[in-house]
T-cell receptor
């Protein structure tokens, strides 16, 4: 069935360093790939997204890349700050249905 | 606050009891999703509404689960004869989309309802 694999499950970085989270999707018809940040006790919040006709998108310290051929997409966070610590989820979308990855717990060490 | 709201935020119930959760989406949003999230996992799709029509229901969802969106605004999710395995966070999300089904749209999530079945 459809699934999204996400790695790593946990990631610790020093403040100021970069963090990279990678996802692989299985459904070649997926056409939209959002990334969410979830803090304790809250629902996921969209931080960046990319559509299938775009290879890269950047918003300040956050960027997402998409390789449709390999069915890979990645989240890049530069100059990490303690407030970036949270759980991050990738997702793929196809015909109203979202499939989420299993999440990455990011810890930014001060 | 004009975000997605969910009530109650926490629910503790005994096995075998029925529970009902409510989701109030962002006004004018025509799509509404229900998800279940267990510890250490991503949200798992349960069901989807386009206005008042329930267009998709996960095959993983047993007959004990039912959802409604009677006027295309708020939605309810009911779980009958709860089991301990139903313990999870139940998330609601809404979005505004111009075309049914095909077009991707930005989802806005509520804070969730945490269900504990004893």
């Amino acid at each position: 069935g459809e699934n999204v694999e996400q790695h790593p499950s946990t990631l610790s970085v020093q403040e100021g360093d970069s963090a990279v989270i990678k996802c692989t999707y299985s459904d070649s018809a997926s056409n939209y790939f959002p990334w969410y940040k979830q803090e304790l006790g809250k629902g996921p919040q969209l931080i960046i997204d990319i559509r299938s006709n775009v290879g890269e998108k950047k918003d300040q310290r956050i960027a997402v890349t998409l390789n449709k051929t390999a069915k890979h997409f990645s989240l890049h966070i530069t100059e990490t700050q303690p407030e970036d610590s949270a759980v991050y989820f990738c997702a793929s979308f196809r015909t109203y249905k979202y499939i989420f990855g299993t999440g990455t717990r990011l810890k930014v060490l001060a | 606050d004009t975000g997605v709201s969910q009530n109650p935020r926490h629910k503790i119930t005994k096995r075998g009891q029925n529970v009902t959760f409510r989701c109030d989406p962002i006004s004018e949003h025509n799509r509404l999703y229900w998800y279940r999230q267990t510890l250490g996992q991503g949200p798992e799709f349960l069901t989807y509404f386009q206005n008042e029509a329930q267009l998709e229901k996960s095959r993983l969802l047993s007959d004990r689960f039912s959802a409604e969106r009677p006027k295309g605004s708020f939605s309810t999710l009911e779980i009958q004869r709860t089991e301990q395995g139903d313990s999870a966070m139940y998330l609601c999300a809404s979005s505004l989309a111009g075309l049914a089904g095909a077009s991707p749209d930005e989802q806005f999530f509520g804070p969730g309802t945490r269900l504990t079945v004893l």
